[in-house]
């Protein structure tokens, strides 16, 4: 009896450890699925469960049955072929046989068995986009425009659903198929404007499911597609020769507009949501997808128009700044992300400015948005703007004649033709003079950043070499100096010496340590200058005071430099109490 309950009492034990096993496997199936299905699409995606074990002891039988549905699919096909039915019934058949395993996919993706709705969801996407582009080539069922913007539509809610769960392979399956057939339609003579509108929005899908983590690598061949599509719809009726037919121009504007705006916004979208920084996909495609739109657009507008494209670049460049400077920096996002932001904005402004005003005073704008950048940053209290302004200063200096101005005042031969400076010239050195003092007497705190000093150094350098250049060239007008190279060389010497005396009294003056890298980097130049300029080409008299007055700025520009640093030493050290006088005391 008593050996009999115990193998009675093995039996339970076994039995409950069984049970035990099956209900933590169910368990965890039951949670996967709830969370799968309860995860929100906008939030980052959680990892994807694989299979386990004893689910793909199960595979082959779901193998068997994908099969089964491919057969069932081509039956469809075969009947079609035959002419069994009309053909408009075939393809609407074959869709919704396609679209209805979709459906056992999701189905069977909610009650957690992923690697039947895996199969589900790749067999079907076999079957869909394939019948898609019969449907418009073979059967003639479909227009090829009709077919692609389907492709489009139903890829991109295809990779919507399947990342609800998310079905890896099958959002994979459904990015590569709608992208087979779009690519498959682009070689037929189907409307352009409409394929490149399909490629839209199957790229739209995929920046819907940025979040998943497995499905966010579609967007990479997905923006390829989506690029190519609007290039080729817009570049040829570009052509001087090309004659477009009534609104394709406008069709291909719109879709232009559509490709910036996609990619624009996603980046916007995640920097408001505060997804986290930029990564490598918004930093590529957000540039490229703006400047190819920015191409093709003035391409289309070559007849009239690019005003307007200039100032819609210019509604994206304020976007951008607000962006910057309202929502990445107050996040204290001062790196990749509000470098990508800040430069989006800059360029677009450099762009769009140059298409709004034209060539003949653009720089003359540009330098005024720059001092206005400079009055802004400091109004604001963003001095990050100070490097803008430096970089709309240098853009201006050489669309208008003050950057090849200084290179030929300091370079070029004395017996050659010099590019004088010019009215724009002499307005963008005067901007950029005023920024530039505005940087150096506007000092606090914020002054220190990077940008800042980037900003005022850029400034100033580029307002002493105009101030120099304009000296070289007035100097050159004394026909004594113009047609003596040595003596040219020594003026030359002597301007850039000054240069250096006055970067270094500026460091005393005004305070920024950049003014003391800008002296001793001019000193250098001159150095060099020296070497290959003043020994070839001098004699001994134009070498005295060469080498004279580039001693005495050797000596000199370190000088000051002790002294300010002598002062600044003498304004931290506080100053020693005033001895107590003695207090006399009155007689009684």
Known sequence: MEERLAQLEARVDRLAEAVARIEVELSRRGAVGAAAAAAPLGRPAEDVVLPSAESLSSAVPLLGRSFIVLAGAF?????????????????????????????????????????????????????????????????????????????????????????????????WSVAMGAMGALSALIATDADRSALGLAALLLALGSVAV?????????????????????????????????????????????????????????????TLANRGPARA?????????????????????????????????????????????????????????????????????????????????????????????????????????????????????????????????????????????????????????????????????????????????????????????????AIALVPAVREDAGILATCRTAVVAAAAVVLASGRRLFGPVELSALAYLTLAAGGLKLLIEDLPRGRPGTLFPAFALYGISLVLVPRIGRVVKALAQAAETPAAPAPEKPTSQAGP
């Open 210 to 270: 940025a979040e998943r983590k497995w499905l966010a690598s579609t967007r990479w061949p997905l923006a390829l597609l989506a690029t190519f599509a609007v290039l080729r719809d817009a570049l040829p009726l570009g052509r001087e020769d090309a004659a477009p037919a009534s609104g394709e121009v406008t069709r291909a504007l719109w879709v232009c507009a559509g490709l910036a705006a996609l990619y624009v916004g996603a980046l916007a979208f995640r």
């Open 75 to 171: 039956l469809v096909r075969a009947v079609t072929g035959m002419s069994l039915w009309p053909r408009p019934v075939g393809v609407a058949v074959g869709l919704a046989y396609a679209l209805a395993w979709f459906g056992f996919a999701h189905f069977a993706a909610a009650r957690g068995r992923k690697l039947s709705a895996e199969l589900h969801g790749v067999t079907a996407s076999l079957i869909a986009f394939p019948l898609l582009w019969e449907s418009a080539t073979r059967f003639g069922v479909l227009s090829p425009e009709l077919a692609a913007v389907m492709a489009g539509l139903l890829g991109a809610g295809l990779l919507w659903a399947a990342a609800l769960h998310p079905l890896v392979a099958t959002g």
């Open 281 to 473: 996909f918004e930093a590529l495609q957000t540039p490229v997808a703006v400047a190819a739109a920015l191409v093709a657009s003035v391409r289309l507008c070559q007849g009239g128009g690019v005003a307007v494209v200039g100032g819609i670049a210019l509604l994206f460049a304020l976007g951008f700044f607000a962006l910057t400077f309202g929502v990445v920096e107050p996040r204290q996002r001062r790196g990749f992300e509000f470098l990508l932001d800040a430069s989006m904005a800059l360029g677009l402004t450099l762009v769009g400015s140059a298409l709004v005003a034209g060539h003949g005073a653009i720089g003359v704008v540009w330098g005024g948005l720059g001092l206005a950048a400079v009055l802004l940053g400091y109004r604001i209290h963003r001095r990050t703007l100070w490097s803008h302004a430096a970089i709309l200063a240098w853009a201006a200096a050489y669309q208008s004649g003050l950057a090849g101005s200084i290179v030929d005042a300091f370079l070029k031969a004395a017996d050659s033709t010099w590019q004088g400076m010019g009215v724009f010239g002499g307005l963008v050195l005067a901007l950029a003079g005023g920024s530039a003092g505005l940087m150096l007497v506007r000092k606090d705190a914020e002054g220190e950043s990077w940008a800042t000093r980037f900003g005022r150094a850029a400034a100033t350098a580029l307002t002493l070499l105009g101030l120099g250049a304009l000296l070289v060239q």
